[in-house]
């Protein structure tokens, strides 16, 4: 929402300044998010007169300009425009100042060997428009050396606030100025609308016709201006347009436009000559398209409201005219148009089009419905007053609504609700400025809420509207209450997993992103999903119809894409929720990621010592091992079994898991599952289930030292053992584990050998354990014998046989 000050005051008369009016706006919820003083930025300009103007000595389309500023000797100008010549007043610009269109800053300098110590300025140097065939031409009783934005009239700063959707009063100058009278800024002028004597019974009748379906318009009032001329809009209207970015196009849009920025109140004008027969008001019909204003052809459906006559439909109810019944120079009879509209049907048939204009982002988050009939004849004084003309008298189709309600507001409330401490006096007093009706003493008063209100509905709205203008600043600080045991934790395990994952995944050097939650059924099919459950009802797209049963799709498709655009070696991850099914038990909270190409943990790229290579599994194993200590999952129990889900490369895979419990999967991709969603590898990938780690066990009354270091020197001790092919190198870590799990503290494979020596379907694993004392140093015949434990614990667990 933009406005001038000069135009905030046509409804305050304020009594602070323009800094205080600033701050205060965005005190009193009404953000303010920008504030453009051309006057500022133009401040260095003044008004100069070309004295002489001849060519270039070293150039044949340039001019060697003496310019006057009003003080000081002629000025040396080089100059390239070609409507430069004695006797021009234009625009200056000296040394040192900053051109606003290119952030230059101009200096003395040489041009073609001849000195240039300043400039004559274009429009859009200026930043004023587009025009830059030439210098700015200004009238020739400009007055030299005056500063240009004071002779341009310039000084009007324009504000840009940002309006929340429960707060459309404020989309009209007036609300905000209303707003700013309760906090104390000013006095709001209020202008009674009186109405206009119709001369003639209107020739134009309305049908509201929408059968056995809910009305989409409850009022619709209009009438007939005869006589009229149209053209273009006087310069103060123009000039307020263009202040605010709209385009001036004549005098009877112009009405509208200023009425919608001006009052919150759209209106819509016809051309009556256009118009064939009374209007209807109604749904559209399958097949019915309309040309609207803008130039575009829409088809519309039943679901629209629209204006139409016998010949059709000739408007998009409360969001755009048409083309074909729009007012041009040669309209000389007008029927203006002043509706209600259902807000939902609005934005929802905005949508569908994909039409955003300012009539319905007003109608869409509801306008005052008592000013429908008064907006009309605002309007009419408008029109008259610039064209001329003979009004109708008003139709009106419908009913305005009833939109008054009581609320019982306890004066407590302020106090309980915001902890600010107001007087009667003060509370009676804001919601009066601010159009409340308020009767009836305390401690229980009633307040009616005025029409362009609709938002407030209860007693904690009146709490805000109070506390929103008395100010924050009186709403004293509060500790939070102290019951000995220590402030509670704010979040869950999960979201605290959550915000784990995302940092130790980052922390690899892997990127987030935010994929789509649906997925066609093929792909959906193919990562585990595709139940019939999970299909979308309504989808946005034809291959956005299921919900995600797994990330990994999405973090393909964008790996993909970047490759595509030459950023191959990517890392990215995904923390979101994945879809079994239908129930709540369903939903699941998933961390995943991927590594592209050579993107390793390492590095990624060429380099000229060689190559890194391309990601592996065990790159994807080792992001999700982080992750998920991270998350305080007990990795050391963590059993890696090679069972993962199909999408992954058999034998280039495993799953992460605590008994029965898949806590994830990680693996390199399979090749059918990467053509499936048309990208191309290597790719290597892990998913996590937030959901599914451990809740950790509650701390002993005892906390252990975080650093608890023996005194006496580990053993290792290395074992080699030939064992099927089939069996897992983890069941042997495990069983050589579980001999004595406070004596071993660790486990591990550095060898796994299969070749000459060594029967067919057989390998070698050679593990090595060690033994950490605690108590006394290890004798050689303890050694021996927990390594005999070993031995046969594994030969027993796993059918091994010592190698030797």
Request: negative net charge.
């Amino acid at each position: 929402m933009k406005f001038t000050l000069s135009w905030l005051k046509e409804h305050l008369d304020p009594t602070a300044s323009f800094e205080e009016i600033i701050d205060r706006l965005s005190l009193i919820g009404l953000e303010v998010e920008g504030v453009e003083d051309k006057a500022k930025a133009l401040a260095p300009f003044v008004v100069g007169e070309v004295l002489t103007a001849e060519k270039h000595p070293n150039a044949d389309k340039l001019k060697l300009c003496t310019v006057s500023i009003g003080k000081g000797d002629p000025i040396q100008v080089v100059c390239g425009a070609p409507n430069a010549r004695a006797g021009l007043k234009t625009v200056f610009a000296a040394p040192g100042t900053v051109i606003p269109a290119t952030g230059v800053e101009l200096k003395i300098g040489k041009i073609r060997d001849v000195e240039s110590r300043g400039m004559l300025c274009s429009a859009r140097e200026m930043g004023l428009s587009e025009e830059h065939e030439g210098i700015m031409e200004l009238p020739a009783d400009a007055p030299v050396g005056k500063p240009f934005a004071e002779f341009l009239g310039l000084g009007d700063p324009v504000i840009e606030i940002a309006v929340t959707p429960n707060r459309a009063d404020c989309l009209g100058v007036s609300g905000v100025a209303r707003d700013l009278a309760a906090a104390g800024l000013g006095t709001l002028k209020t202008r009674a609308v009186k109405p206009v004597p119709g001369t003639y019974p209107c020739p134009v009748n309305v049908t509201l016709d929408f059968g056995a379906t809910p009305s989409l318009c409850p009022a619709f009032a209009v009438r007939v201006v005869r006589g009229v001329k149209n053209g273009p809009s006087p310069d103060w209207l123009q000039a307020k347009l263009r202040a605010i970015g709209l385009r001036p196009i004549n005098a009877l849009v112009d009405v509208t436009n200023l009425l919608t920025m001006d009052r919150d109140r759209p209106l819509h004008v016809f051309d009556l000559k256009k118009v064939k027969g009374d209007l209807t008001v109604r749904r559209a019909k399958a097949g019915e398209s309309l040309l609207a204003l803008d130039g575009r052809t829409y088809q519309l459906d039943e679901t629209m409201c629209v204006i139409a006559t016998a010949d059709g439909v000739e408007s998009l109810a409360g969001i755009m005219g048409g083309e074909e019944s729009g007012c041009d120079e040669t309209t000389t009879d007008v029927v203006i148009e002043s509706a209600l509209w259902e807000p939902i049907n609005i934005a929802q048939t905005g949508r569908k089009l994909g039409i955003n204009s300012d009539a319905r982002f007003r109608f869409e988050r509801g306008i005052d419905p008592a000013f429908t009939v008064p907006g009309l004849e605002l309007a009419t004084h408008l029109v008259m007053d610039l064209c001329g003309g003979e009004p109708s008298e008003v139709v009106m189709a419908g009913a305005i609504p009833d939109t008054t309600r009581t609320i019982d507001f306890p004066l407590s409330e302020v106090k309980r609700l915001s902890g600010l401490e107001a007087s009667e006096a003060e509370i009676v007093e804001v919601l009066t400025r601010l159009g409340f009706a308020v009767s009836g003493a305390a401690p229980v008063m009633q307040v009616v809420p005025p029409s362009w209100r609709a938002d407030v509905d209860g007693k904690a709205d009146l709490v805000e509207e109070v506390v929103r203008i008395l100010g924050l600043a009186r709403v004293p600080a509060t500790e939070f209450p102290r019951d000995g045991g220590g402030r509670k934790p704010v979040l869950t395990p999960l979201q605290l997993r959550t915000r784990k994952a995302r940092r130790a995944l980052a922390a690899r050097g892997m990127v987030e992103a935010v994929t789509w939650s649906f997925l066609s059924a093929k792909e959906s099919g193919l990562f585990g999903g595709g139940a019939p459950e999970l299909a979308l009802s309504n989808p946005i797209a034809s291959d956005l119809s299921d919900m995600r049963p797994s990330l990994l799709p999405g973090l393909i498709r964008s790996a993909q894409a970047n490759a595509d655009r030459s950023y191959g070696d990517v890392a990215l991850f995904e923390v979101g929720q994945v879809f079994a099914g239908d129930k709540p038990e369903d939903q699941r909270m998933a961390a995943s990621g991927l590594r592209r190409a050579t993107a390793k943990p390492t590095g990624a790229g060429r380099f000229w010592g060689g190559s890194t290579g391309a990601v592996d599994a065990f790159d994807a194993k080792a992001d999700a091992l982080a992750a998920l200590a991270a998350c305080g999952a007990p990795v050391a129990n963590l059993q890696v079994t090679a069972d993962a889900p199909g999408w992954y490369h058999p034998g280039r895979s495993g799953s992460f898991r605590l008994g029965s419990n898949v806590i994830g999967t990680f693996g390199e991709l399979h090749p059918s599952a990467l053509e499936a969603l048309d990208a191309t590898g290597p790719i290597c990938a892990f998913e996590i289930i937030l959901d599914r780690i451990p809740e950790p066990k509650a701390k002993p009354t005892k906390v252990k030292p975080l650093l608890d270091l023996s005194a006496f020197q580990p053993v290792r001790r290395d074992f080699a053992f030939v064992v099927g092919q089939e069996v897992g190198a983890a069941d042997i870590l495990r069983a050589a584990q579980g001999v004595d799990k406070k004596l071993i503290t660790e486990a591990s494979v550095f060898d796994v050998y299969e070749g000459p020596g060594i029967e067919a379907q057989k390998k070698s694993v050679a593990i090595e354990v060690v033994l950490q004392p605690r108590e006394r140093t290890l004798t050689d015949a303890e050694i021996e014998a927990v390594a005999a434990k070993i031995v046969a614990e594994v030969v027993k667990k796993t059918g091994a046989s010592l190698r030797g």
